[in-house]
């Protein structure tokens, strides 16, 4: 293995410094002007954020799992963007704080009237979402310190059993976070209108998330070969290999949400369409038009060939349109709960902005301490040699 | 032997890693005609071969778009205007419905698009000879090693060049394979192969016709069907009375009806409810359209009791009487909502509304046989000097 480790620029680290700072200050400003709307929007962060750590986590344990060899040389990049995984509980402190601004069942008055309400208050109360929300967390968090721990250690002693031993835990790891996810998107997202409740919902969030996942990872992986800190051999039929993923997975994410919504279309029970209807009213339908061309249409047309999965300057592209794609999509699923129709703002905008910031420092530091190639990978080679 | 047409010259290597870099070097010599057969596909071989992409993804596009519009249109034809059926109460035109079903045969026509194609095209159907059929190459290549065979169409063939060139790059068994002598016969109609797809068919056919006429209806595939559930115009086990269906509990007063307020009330009440309509052209069309609908069966289009009814049913008296037409709109429509006598009550199934357009247009008919002098347009008419 003929890896030499270069140090990422450090004009990166100063691009998320200034994003980190510019985002808290624009969050800080919102929270002070309106708590509720800021709350919202906090949610939306997590929400999206959550999907582009978790998202990384997954792609690492499918490629244990499911032995592949392509993905090996660029791995580190999904543990270092996995790697940011603890500021989920950042984000999450504000939104507990302002819990009974977000959701009507943390609203005594609410649920005082409301025998549904009652009937759920088992399940939907603060101390146990928070419980709830510390689990998933440490789970989640477990994993990938033993994914990585073991990467590294691969490292410098090259043992080939520490690949076995992951293969083995992410066994454990995928029933296991289909199902955190799942509590996960109901607790933050399906609870929202709390009468409301569509089974598929989680997978929902499931394929969202690993889309968010791939995209990020597959943008970082290809503009940093492209300026050639991973390595030489890895090239198109890498490449290709995350374009046809994020294909797939959009694919799939639109036959998820196409049967969410039509399977409710169709029973046309007035309890499980008024989350549609409200999509449907005001200016949210645009929102919902919307929905179908930039989660689906510019994305599925964007990679169709072979050639635009291949070609790195579009794989970028549609890389980072889906990461918006994620955003938009989170933000079709909160904000209808809280305005009438849509609103854009500063408010909008701290988030994402400190989200990028965030995972750009943490991307650096990681950089920098870690080798950027995973060189005690047994794999390592064949993904080298890797072609289509 | 000698004047037999050569076809090809083949070498067979051990591993793939040979091949590939044979692959590179035949195709760096210059030669185009040439091929390469592996056990298992070989990655990057393509591109070793320095082949162009294939069009076949064209064809495929070409095959999924039109199969998706075919499906479309299909079904928005069949729904909207060949058998509109109105489902659930969704429009005729419910294109997330079709969605699933543009799907499947999307995707359907362009595999089988695909394939057909693909065996049309470049296997060239219904032609499967090949003359590396049956040859010791084939075996090689379909067990365990990597063959290269040139052809004999590419521009650089010369047979001896091609050997020379084969044990350079170190491939074995170096053979020259010769086109067949005749003309290969069409193997696909052979009786034998018939009979087998005449054979698959009706077993296929059977097996069918048993799961869907016989199986399906027995035990235990009948459960989803054994359903406790009211089933349309049959009678119920359940209620004792066998009616299936419940009548309201008394006094229920359904969404969106008002109960008749003047039941039974003496006409010198009734005479005092008025029409709440205006008495405008629109109305009185709707008047119209709802009297030919629910009266002139029996009270005739015009009021004159010229039924269809044929002495069916007891004729009515004419509403042009000079006791209808004396009677205040409060009368006639106390026999829409109450009935008289014989003439049954009309509450159910035409709304308050719609029973005082019809009075409305009542009034216009008795009108029409009853006109004065003082009701001709004088503006319009000519006179006559």
């Known amino acids: ?388 | 032997m000698e004047n037999k047409k050569i076809y090809t010259v083949t070498a067979l290597f051990d591993t793939p890693d040979e091949i590939t870099d044979a692959a590179k070097a035949t195709a760096g010599a210059g030669y185009t005609k040439f091929d390469i057969n592996t056990p298992y596909p070989v990655h990057g071989m393509e591109k070793a071969m320095k082949l162009k992409p294939s069009y076949l993804g064209y064809v495929t596009l070409f095959f999924g778009l039109s199969g998706a519009a075919f499906a479309m249109l299909f079904m928005s034809w069949v729904s909207i205007y060949n058998y509109p059926l109105v489902i659930g109460g969704k429009p005729f035109f419910s294109w997330p419905a079709f969605v699933p079903i543009t799907f499947e045969v999307t995707v359907l026509s362009a595999a089988i698009g695909t394939v057909g194609v693909l065996i049309a095209l470049m296997f060239r159907f219904p032609n499967t000879a090949h003359p590396l059929h049956d040859t010791n190459y084939m075996k090689k290549v379909s067990a365990d090693k990597f063959g290269l065979n040139i052809t004999s169409l590419d521009p650089l063939f010369d047979e001896n060049k091609i050997k020379e060139f084969f044990k350079g790059l170190g491939g074995k068994e170096i053979e020259t394979i010769y086109e067949e002598d005749k003309k290969a016969e069409i193997k696909v109609f052979d009786y034998r192969f018939i009979m087998t797809l005449v054979l698959v068919a009706i077993v296929t056919a059977g097996t069918t016709y048993f799961v869907l006429n016989k199986l399906l209806y027995m035990q235990p595939f009948t459960w989803m069907g054994e359903q406790d559930k009211v089933i349309a115009q049959s009678e119920s086990n359940f209620y004792n009375d066998g009616f299936s269906m419940r009548l309201p509990v008394e006094g229920t007063v359904a969404r969106g009806y008002l109960p008749y307020e003047y039941k039974g009330a003496p006409d010198s009440v009734i005479k005092f409810i008025s029409n709440p309509l205006p008495f405008t052209k629109d109305i009185i069309e709707k008047g119209k359209m709802r009297f030919d609908t629910y009266c002139s069966p029996c009270h005739g289009y015009f009021g004159q009791s010229d039924s269809r009814l044929h002495d069916q049913f007891p004729k009515p008296p004419t509403l042009h009487s000079d006791k209808v037409r004396n009677w205040p709109d409060g009368n006639i429509y106390n026999v829409i909502t109450n009935g008289q006598n014989v003439m049954p009550s009309y509450e159910k199934q035409i709304s308050r509304e719609d029973r005082w357009a019809i009075i409305h247009y009542v009034r216009v008919l008795q009108r029409s046989l009853n006109a004065k002098d003082s009701d001709i347009d004088t503006s319009q008419v000519k006179r006559e000097k």
């Open chain 1, 1 to 388: 293995m003929d890896y030499i480790k270069k140090e990422l620029p450090t004009k990166i680290n100063k691009i998320g410094w200034i994003l980190t700072l510019a985002g808290l200050l624009i969050v800080i400003i919102s929270y002070l002007v309106d708590v509720q709307r800021t709350s919202y929007n906090n949610l939306i962060a997590l929400i999206f954020f959550s999907g582009i750590a978790i998202g990384a986590l997954i792609l690492v344990a499918l490629e244990y799992l499911a032995g592949a060899v392509w993905s090996t040389p660029m791995r580190r990049v999904s543990e270092f963007l996995a790697s940011s995984l603890p500021f989920m509980i950042i984000l999450a402190i504000p939104l507990f704080l302002n819990i009974h601004n977000l959701f009507q069942w943390a609203q005594p008055e609410l649920v005082k009237n409301d025998l549904a309400l009652q009937h759920k208050s088992a399940y939907l109360n603060v101390p146990f979402i928070a419980i709830r929300f510390g689990v998933i967390f440490l789970i989640f968090y477990s994993f990938y310190v033993i994914f990585v721990r073991n990467s590294r250690k691969q490292d410098t002693t090259k043992d080939q059993r520490l690949t076995k031993i992951n293969l083995k835990f992410s066994a454990a790891f995928m029933p296991l976070g289909a199902i955190l996810l799942t509590l996960f998107a109901i607790d933050w997202m399906m609870s929202l209108v709390p009468h409301w409740y569509s089974t598929i919902f989680g997978f929902y969030f499931i394929t969202s998330t690993l889309l968010a996942g791939l995209a990020a990872t597959t943008y970082v992986a290809v503009t940093l070969n492209e300026k050639g800190y991973l390595h030489p051999s890895i090239g198109e039929d890498h490449y290709y290999s995350y374009g046809a993923l994020l294909f797939a997975m959009t694919n799939f994410w639109a036959y998820i949400a196409f049967s969410q919504f039509m399977l409710i279309w169709y029973a046309n029970i007035p309890e499980e369409t008024t989350w549609f209807l409200l999509r449907w009213t005001g200016s949210w339908k645009y929102l919902s038009v919307g929905m179908v061309l930039v989660r689906f249409a510019i994305p599925y047309v964007g990679l169709l060939s072979y050639n635009s999965k291949m070609n790195p300057k579009n794989l970028k592209r549609i890389a980072i349109f889906i990461l918006f794609a994620h955003l938009f999509d989170t933000y079709w699923l909160i904000m209808p709960s809280y305005s009438p129709g849509i609103i854009f703002s500063f408010y909008e905008i701290g988030f994402p902005v400190l989200i990028v910031g965030v995972i750009i420092l943490v991307f650096y530091a990681q950089a920098k301490k870690y080798n950027l190639v995973p060189i005690g990978d047994p794999k390592l080679q064949r993904g080298l040699d890797f072609h289509l």
